[in-house]
């Protein structure tokens, strides 16, 4: 979770409540202070201390970072010499800053940590994901609680436990005539058992799996879900629903696997087009749900010991759903009556 690897660096002023609760909303519990900047009792949950050479975590880490800039070659190549001797760093670039940090993390042992100070949070992504691992950490400089509600849109979603399947028993399969149906494209390659959840109804999504494994006579996409009909929900990496027709490019949306396991990934791009339609309808222990995809080979629903095309699927067979709120508003869940069918 990225959340967990960004340290806010409060610049000026003092701590109050409201930078405190605004940072745990997104789940940032590290902040870096002085000691004028801890007052009236606000405490976070693990703070850090900066001398101007080091800084150093106390309250639940014992790490130690040597500040350093780099902004030439003869400058990251004292701080490959730091690390080399096993001296933990916090860089800040000055210039380029992601090929100067691929370079020390290639040569830093895995042992030692090389944290980044960031000028701007869209740096986020590519300091924590560069050679894959990316810096351990990275310090952002925050002024007040709209500084870091901004932050949300670089962060990463927190990682979703892992899904509990209930197989859910086909009832009826039968052709709905032809409407806009919904190929959702990602920015990652997923396996023939991972997919997304989609549903008519927020309450019992099913995986839909994705097209991996192609067909007899059309390649494998192994970036693609052909998720069905607009309406449908399916399920973002924070947890929240959205409807299908509602997807944009950049969203990061749930995808699961067989195992349960789970992950969250990019939405490249979608295709809208008109194809002819299926209903499948399942018994849930709430009553009966439906999913609406497109009646191809290439639609397959994760069975229990098997992917099941939609083009095959018979009553009686069963299909992987799981439970979830139903009761939904703008995605997310609340506490009211709602009934969908």
Known sequence: MIAERVLLRLSGGRLTPDLL?????????????????????????????????????????????????????????????????????????????????????SVTPATVHVWVELSNPRELSAALGALERGAQGAVIAVRSPEEIQELAQWLEPALRPPVAWRPLRVSCVRPVGTSERVLVDTTSLLT???????????????????????????????????????????????????????????????????????RSVRVGRLKIERRPMTMVELESPQGPVTVFVQEAETVRFAGESAALPVTELVVGDLLLATSMPGSRHLGRHVEETVLER
């Open 21 to 105: 609760e605004s940072a745990r909303r997104l789940g940032l519990r590290r902040w870096v202070l002085t000691e004028a900047q801890i007052t009236g009792g606000v405490v976070p949950d693990e703070a850090w201390t900066d001398d101007g050479e080091f800084v150093t975590g106390v309250g639940g880490s014992e790490l130690r970072l040597r500040r350093m800039r780099v902004g030439n070659p003869s400058d990251l190549e004292a701080a490959i010499a730091r690390t080399g001797r096993g001296e933990s760093v916090l860089v800040h670039f000055d210039g380029d800053r992601v090929i100067p940090l691929e370079s020390l993390l």
């Open 192 to 262: 023939e058992s991972e997919g997304l959840l989609v549903g008519s109804v927020a309450a019992w999504p099913v995986l839909l799996l994705s097209e991996a494994q192609g067909s007899s006579v059309s390649r494998p996409r192994p970036f693609r879900v052909n998720a069905g009909a607009p309406h449908s929900y399916t399920v973002l990496a924070g947890g929240e629903t959205r409807y299908l027709s509602e997807l944009a490019a950049g969203d990061s949306v749930l995808v699961a696997a067989r195992t349960g396991a789970t």
